[in-house]
T-cell receptor, first 112, second 114 residues
Framework: DAKTTQPTSMDCAEGRAANLPCNHSTISGNEYVYWYRQIHSQGPQYIIHGLKNNETNEMASLIITEDRKSSTLILPHATLRDTAVYYCIVRAINQAGTALIFGKGTTLSVSS | GAVVSQHPSRVICKSGTSVKIECRSLDFQATTMFWYRQFPKQSLMLMATSNEGSKATYEQGVEKDKFLINHASLTLSTLTVTSAHPEDSSFYIC??????????FGDGTRLSIL
């Protein structure tokens, strides 16, 4: 899997948009960008994934640059419950039988 | 959606005790499940891959005789920490693949060895 680079930590005010960047300059053509988050003392939670088009679901939006070397996860209206560690993982779609490998992620702190 | 259930959520026991943790896929069949360990303020570290009907595959540095994994059915994998010691205290998390390359995770087991 391609390596990803994320900032160690970010702060966001409640109600504002949280934009979490991820660099994946060595991504291959068949690799997707996945985002997970881990709230304290819980298992990781799937957020969203995408290949090259921007994606949106009920939790977040994913913006992938045209060259696919970086992406941004957007939480449009952050709440206190969005405080968590966010992991950006690059992975081929045919790797359902292999484990996810986690980096250090970005610790997002949302405050009122 | 797919759900992975992990039990127990927390266990406290004396040194030397063996502890079993269960991981169940509730609404899908998982031929492969994964076990992770997470120490405070660190990321998840993959311990082993659990394969239904065959032996587990362990990551380098993980003692297979200490961390026994059994995956006897398509919905259940168990991790047994044998003769646990204080250094085995950690947060243990399982996951299973479903729907492409995404994974679904249990809520973890907080193991504390006194």
């Amino acid at each position: 899997d391609a390596k990803t680079t994320q900032p160690t930590s970010m702060d966001c005010a409640e109600g504002r948009a949280a934009n979490l960047p991820c660099n994946h300059s060595t991504i291959s053509g068949n690799e997707y960008v996945y985002w997970y988050r881990q709230i304290h003392s819980q298992g990781p939670q799937y957020i969203i994934h995408g290949l090259k088009n921007n994606e949106t679901n009920e939790m977040a939006s994913l913006i992938i640059t045209e060259d696919r070397k970086s992406s941004t996860l957007i939480l449009p209206h952050a709440t206190l419950r969005d405080t968590a560690v966010y992991y950006c993982i690059v992975r081929a779609i045919n790797q359902a039988g292999t484990a996810l490998i986690f980096g250090k992620g970005t610790t997002l702190s949302v405050s009122s | 959606g797919a759900v992975v259930s992990q039990h127990p959520s927390r266990v406290i026991c004396k040194s030397g005790t063996s502890v079993k943790i269960e991981c169940r896929s509730l609404d899908f069949q998982a031929t492969t499940m994964f076990w992770y360990r997470q120490f405070p303020k660190q990321s998840l570290m993959l311990m082993a891959t659990s394969n239904e009907g065959s032996k587990a595959t362990y990551e380098q540095g993980v003692e297979k005789d200490k961390f026994l994994i059994n995956h006897a059915s398509l919905t259940l994998s168990t991790l047994t920490v044998t003769s646990a010691h204080p250094e085995d205290s950690s947060f243990y998390i399982c996951s299973a693949g479903w729907g492409g390359a995404s994974q679904h995770f249990g809520d973890g087991t907080r193991l504390s060895i006194l």
